[in-house]
């Protein structure tokens, strides 16, 4: 089964742009579809994008325009690029994986998880 490890969280100022990644093993990655999910301190863990086998994404309202997934199979990897950063984006990112090519926002459908990186966003 796949493991994934998530890499690239740290402190931007609001307006900034950062990319995070989560790099994937054990399994056969491009059968998974992956998902990035964030949450703040004091609430509930929120989507924020989907990509599945074929390339295809989803985004949440909040990030749309802003954020953009990515993957890259011949390096396992997923990528969220985020640019015009707000302190409202400030919060845990972790990527989440499932093995059909549904995109699905709903994070009960995820059944492999990596440990999250932190992003912090200054004002």
């Known amino acids: 089964q796949v493991q994934l490890v998530e890499s690239g969280g740290g402190l931007v100022q609001a307006g900034g742009s950062l990319r995070i990644s989560c790099a994937a093993s054990?399994?056969?990655?491009?059968?998974?579809?992956l998902a990035w999910f964030r949450q703040a301190p004091g609430k509930e863990r929120a989507f924020v994008a989907a990509?599945?086998?074929?390339?295809?994404?989803y985004y949440a309202d909040s990030v749309k325009g802003r954020f953009t997934i990515s993957r890259d199979n011949n390096k396992n990897t997923v990528y969220l690029q985020m640019n015009s950063l707000t302190p409202q984006d400030t919060a845990v990112y972790s990527c989440?994986?499932?093995?059909?090519?549904?995109?699905?926002?709903?994070?009960?459908?995820?059944?492999?998880w990596g440990q999250g990186t932190q992003v912090t966003v200054s004002s």
């Open positions: 989440a994986g499932h093995g059909s090519p549904n995109i699905v926002a709903q994070s009960t459908f995820y059944y492999i």
């Open positions: 990509i599945n086998w074929s390339g295809g994404t």
């Open positions: 054990g399994g056969t990655f491009s059968r998974y579809s």
